[in-house]
């Protein structure tokens, strides 16, 4: 294991357990930034599709295998055992965005798949919720506010929906500063954004149909604000257990869907890659009943 990385992990796992986001610096080398961006715009430009003003590939691992070294020949399945732990498990989540905008948004809201609420805002007890997602964003955000907005310990505050709360996301959010090289991992219940548009133009989205249009439309925004080419990478893994299995079957379902496919299947050489760093897919056929909790706040 690199030592670099060996050294940020203990201080790391404390940071991500307290605030819901921490960065592990320098996990790539430049010359993997450089292959890794490279990587990724030539195969958006073949096979990505529009999205949010952007450009995007859901399950981008199971449609890129030039990414695979990414899981294979970088220390992200250190950072991965040493934050999630030995049982930990890809949960059939990865996405490769390009220039997309997004609004404030937990990944996970507290509902399984057919919409029962889960008890995964308690911290008690050897399972409790532990996904996160690990990305690489791979241009320079050490001084620019265009990475991730957070708010700092809101993967553990059920509260999102209220007028307060959403108040607060304006008053008092955490910009995420990284580099290029460093690995950023963030609880899948924390309250984020990315880049947002402004208002009029955000409305102008909600209306406009085509994603030709909206892209047109954000680009010339982007070109306005001088909001610096974003692309980046996030892969998610958690530990196993019935809150990974649950959010696996989620996003399995959602990323067949963005893709247009009828069904999600992992492909034998992303198995062989996850099986090769000892990171197995976790399961997703099985129906464990989820715990039940009856005053969490509603999805979205
Ligand atoms: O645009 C970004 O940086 C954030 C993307 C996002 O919202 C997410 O990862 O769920």
Known sequence: MVGSVVDALAGAKFTLERDGLCIIPDV???????????AALTHLSQSGKPYNGGCVQQDVLNHAESLHWLLTDTPLSDAVHGLVGDDARYVHHADLLHNTYTGWHKDSTGFDEAGQPMDFWSQQGEKSYRVYKFGFYLQDHAVDKTALKYIL????????????????????????????????????????????????????????????????????????????????????????????????????????????????????????????????????????????????????
């Open 28 to 38: 790539l080398s430049p010359a993997q930034v450089t292959s890794a961006r490279e």
């Open 153 to 300: 310990g809101s993967h553990l505050d059920p509260d999102f929906y209220g007028v307060k709360k959403r108040l607060s996301h304006f008053l008092a959010h955490t910009h995420l500063h990284c580099g290029p090289r460093d690995l950023v991992v963030f609880d899948q219940r924390i309250t984020h954004n990315g880049v947002s548009p402004w208002l009029p133009c955000k409305l102008a989205h909600r209306v406009i149909k085509s994603p030709a249009l909206k892209q047109q439309l954000w680009t010339q925004e982007r070109a306005l604000r001088q909001i610096q080419d974003r692309v980046f990478i996030q892969i998610a893994f958690g530990q196993d257990s019935v809150f990974s299995r649950s959010h696996a079957r989620a996003m399995a379902r959602r990323q067949a869907e963005i893709n247009g496919q009828s069904h999600y299947e992992l492909s034998g050489p992303l198995a062989s890659a996850l099986n090769s760093i000892d990171l197995p897919a976790c399961e997703l056929t099985e129906n464990t009943p989820v715990q039940q909790a009856s005053d969490l706040p509603r999805a979205a």
